[in-house]
């Protein structure tokens, strides 16, 4: 009997929930999922394509889709949990819709699959690596209700085997990019700016696909088989176009490696600069730039740079220990090739974000510490990202065996990428006032199975109401209590030296009597770990890392609110900054106190006026809320060109009488509100700037008096 097939087209609903995270980009993936199937005649004919974005309020959301025959929804680490929940709902409200998913998060892994499937038997289909052909194939194999057995790339409900389900083939990736239709200029993006361009922040766009490298805390190139392929460049300068003609100001590159083929980035460098001059836009980019960035990538920074465009220059580290770096499959540059790097990036007035990640393999607290004083430079334009390890669908180091192999501890925690949870302090919980709860403390008693692919959580109760990050918090060479004590020390270090709060006082015990950074650091904090009520100030931003490292190991939250600033959440360097300069007269003070202590402890000869006018000039360069009513400052000592010299890594002139004035340049668009002030201080550069800096002239009578009680 021959099967006729019905004349009206099945209705497919294309998901992408956004990040939820306040930025929203242009959906790129759903983009060229959707365009690359609704090009193949027989797709289009037979199904009517709706798309649906960013809203998560299911209860009015899903009854508004009118029984489709498909739902289709991209699975990124950033929405997994609320994809879930919405498959899940959708399956309850049309049992008979066939539930897909596809993206980066979905396991591809065989004990992860089987994981999956018996936790969320409302998914029906997961499309493995690469999607746009493999979601078109099996969309076809549907529409023909033909076995999809033959479709490559898919995992499928199957009730004739025993596990219940089947992965099929894995898909070669499509060789050919310019394949896929871009949604730039068939209508999608347009239709997406009709509807949601209210509430859109940026734009991404993508110039190649493929990453040459297999570091195993990432899966970005065993997910695309290492190979680079390429988008037709006049492609992606027009795309470029339309992102200007859309006005859109924040750009994100997809590109694992931009600058890795450099001619070809250089002249899509030189096109952004060429748009932002002309129009405005495309003024800030976002990149994940090639591993061992090389004085090419200095190159394309610098025409970004002389056309006004803002990014940041990331130079991917990770770790500098030789035996961690075998163990991640990474080989880095030579530090000494590091440090002529971020010199030339000084030379062209660019800022360096050296990267490190904290509790990869074999890793020890000596050796990180370590690693984080070969990031120290005394330039101010030299500064460090310090990443939690985490565990990423997909990758090397997320699998059994390298968990065994390494003794990797881990803890599920609210992620560290969302800030919307209103969380309270009790007596021993961590509340969020939507009723959701997590507790700070592990309770065997209340694990509870999340949507997080069937993990167990010790603290968080009803997991499903977050998004999640495991982060990794002990490894076999780096025990939980060393993990804590280098998880403190990391944010002191990027508060203190990197954010600037001791960093010129740091600079002059360094110059003057060769102390190492991180020895004061380790100084300050046992000093007032020992002595809490002597350092209320320092004590306050201290404790705040204590607790916010026993929060993650509680399996909480990675990012906490600070007293005062409501309920928002900061990161661990964020809230350190906000809760010293809270008080900066206090804390100044304290370290004063801190400082002199450590150095008769050494047997240091320090002047005291000297010392004295070292911590007021560290004062006075930290952006405070409210805006500072003076500018202008005179010093006894030739402390302004001292520091002028050492941050310019030039010759140092010997501390002397000889009167400087200084005039601080603060801005004139400060925020009113104290917690966007918070929030904005690292945007802001971290150190005031100088200007007007005048000759040094002879000493005045009663100079130093006049400055002695500070600003």
């Excluded at 998901?15 to 995270?21: A, E, H, I, K, S």
């Excluded at 289709?72 to 309850?92: M, P």
Aim: charged share 25%; net charge negative; with cysteine.
């Amino acid at each position: 009997m021959t099967v006729l097939k019905s004349l009206s087209k099945q209705k497919i609903v294309m998901v992408d929930l956004g990040t939820g995270m306040g930025r929203e980009l242009l959906p790129l993936s759903l983009g060229y999922v959707t365009s690359y199937a609704r090009s193949i005649p027989e797709i289009e004919d037979a199904y009517d394509f709706h798309v649906h974005f960013l809203d998560r309020d299911l209860q009015t959301v899903i009854p508004g889709w009118d029984n489709p025959s498909v739902v289709a929804i991209t699975f990124y680490g950033w929405h997994k949990n609320a994809s879930l929940r919405l498959a899940e709902a959708t399956k309850q409200l049309y049992p008979n819709c066939r539930i897909i998913l596809g993206g980066p998060s979905v396991p591809s892994r065989p004990e992860r699959i089987d994981e999956f499937m018996n936790s969320h038997s409302y998914v029906d289909y997961l499309v493995h690596g690469e999607g746009e052909a493999t979601f078109a194939a099996l969309l076809k194999a549907l529409d023909d209700s033909r076995d999809v057995f033959a479709v490559e790339g898919i995992t499928f409900r199957c009730p004739d085997v025993a596990a219940g389900y089947m992965t099929t083939t894995p898909r070669s990736q499509i060789s050919d990019l310019n394949v896929i239709q871009s949604p730039f200029f068939n209508g999608f993006f347009d239709d997406i700016m009709e509807r949601y361009g209210d509430r859109l922040t940026g734009a991404v766009f993508e110039t190649n696909r493929g990453c040459p490298f297999s570091c195993t805390f990432c899966d970005w190139g065993s997910a695309t088989m290492s190979k680079v392929r390429r988008f037709d460049l006049d492609r992606v300068l027009d795309e470029i176009e339309w992102i200007g003609r859309n006005k859109f100001f924040y750009l994100y590159c997809a590109d694992a490696n931009f600058g890795i083929l450099f001619d070809r980035d250089l002249k899509i460098a030189k096109k952004i600069g060429e748009l932002h001059r002309n129009t405005g836009y495309a003024g800030y980019l976002r990149i994940c730039w090639t591993k061992n960035s090389s004085e090419k990538v200095t190159q394309i920074s610098d025409v970004m740079r002389t056309n006004g465009v803002d990014t940041m220059v990331t130079l991917s580290m990770q770790s500098f220990h030789p035996e961690t770096l075998d163990a991640i499959k990474r080989k880095n540059i030579k530090h000494d090739d590091l440090l002529k790097l971020k010199s030339k990036f000084n030379e062209i007035g660019l800022t360096t974000y050296t990267e490190v990640i904290l509790g990869l393999p074999n890793e020890t607290y000596e050796t990180f510490r370590d690693g984080l004083s070969r990031t120290m430079t005394s330039r101010l334009q030299d500064l460090v990202s310090i990443y939690l390890c985490s565990m990423i669908e997909n990758a090397e180091m997320a699998t059994a065996e390298s968990r065994e192999k390494y003794g990797i501890e881990t803890r599920f925690c609210y992620a560290s990428s969302l800030r919307t949870a209103k969380f309270k302090f009790t007596d021993k919980k961590v509340g969020v006032s939507d009723g959701w709860a997590v507790s700070a403390e592990p309770r065997e008693d209340t694990g509870v199975v999340d949507h997080d692919f069937g993990h167990r959580f010790a603290g968080l109760t009803q997991g499903d109401a977050f998004e999640v990050d495991e982060i990794v918090v002990g490894t076999s060479t780096m025990p939980v209590e060393d993990w804590r004590r280098s998880f403190i020390h990391a944010h002191v270090v990027w508060a203190m030296y990197f954010y600037r709060l001791a960093f010129f006082v740091m600079q002059y015990l360094h110059h003057e009597f060769g102390v190492e950074h991180q020895e004061f650091l380790e100084h300050l904090v046992a000093e007032v770990t020992e002595n809490r009520r002597q350092f209320p100030r320092t004590e306050k931003g201290i404790r705040h890392l204590e607790t916010q490292a026993d929060t993650i190991l509680g399996s909480a939250s990675v990012t906490l609110p600070v007293d005062g600033y409501g309920d928002r959440g900061f990161q661990p360097n964020e809230a350190v900054m906000t809760i010293l300069l809270d008080d900066a007269g206090t804390f100044y003070s304290e370290l004063a106190t801190l400082t002199d202590r450590y150095c008769n402890k050494q047997g240091y000869d320090v002047q005291p006026d000297i010392l004295n006018e070292v911590i007021c000039y560290q004062k006075v360069r930290m952006p405070v809320f409210p805006k500072p009513a003076q500018a202008s400052y005179l010093f006894e000592y030739n402390i302004p060109d001292y520091f002028d010299a050492i941050t310019a890594q030039k010759d140092v002139p010997a501390l002397t009488k000889m009167a400087n004035n200084m005039e601080i340049l603060i801005p004139d668009d400060f925020s009113d509100d104290r917690a966007q002030f918070a929030l904005d201080r690292v945007d802001r550069g971290i150190t005031l700037k100088l200007r007007n800096r005048v000759h040094p002239r002879p000493l005045q009578p009663l100079l130093g008096q006049q400055f002695v009680d500070g600003p």
